[in-house]
């Protein structure tokens, strides 16, 4: 019985040129989707922070020159129908 047991180590073929791409590409892109996870959870720098609140600034300068358009989107609405129910 011990004699029809093959304990040898089964043949594998050696991996061709697109499987090793196949594979590292998979592993780059694992590696870039773990990194743009990380960069949401992870808060944003200080520098960020000073940006946005000069923002504020700036915007509200830019209400000021501009000029209200509340007369312009009264004049685009349509005056509604009545419609005449009969019965």
């Known amino acids: ?15 061709t040129f697109f499987e090793s791409v196949l594979r590292y590409g998979l592993f780059l892109g694992a590696i ?3 990194i743009c996870i ?5 808060p944003t ?16 300068a830019s209400e000021q020159s501009k000029k209200p358009k509340a007369p312009i989107q009264q004049i685009r609405q349509k005056p509604k129908k009545e419609s005449k129910k009969k019965r």
């Open 45 to 60: 720098s200080k520098s960020h922070e000073q940006e946005e609140t000069a923002e504020p600034v700036n915007t509200k």
């Open 1 to 15: 019985m011990s004699g029809d047991l093959d304990l040898s180590p089964p043949e594998v073929p050696e991996p």
């Open 38 to 42: 990380l960069a949401i959870i992870i």
């Open 32 to 34: 870039f989707q773990l």
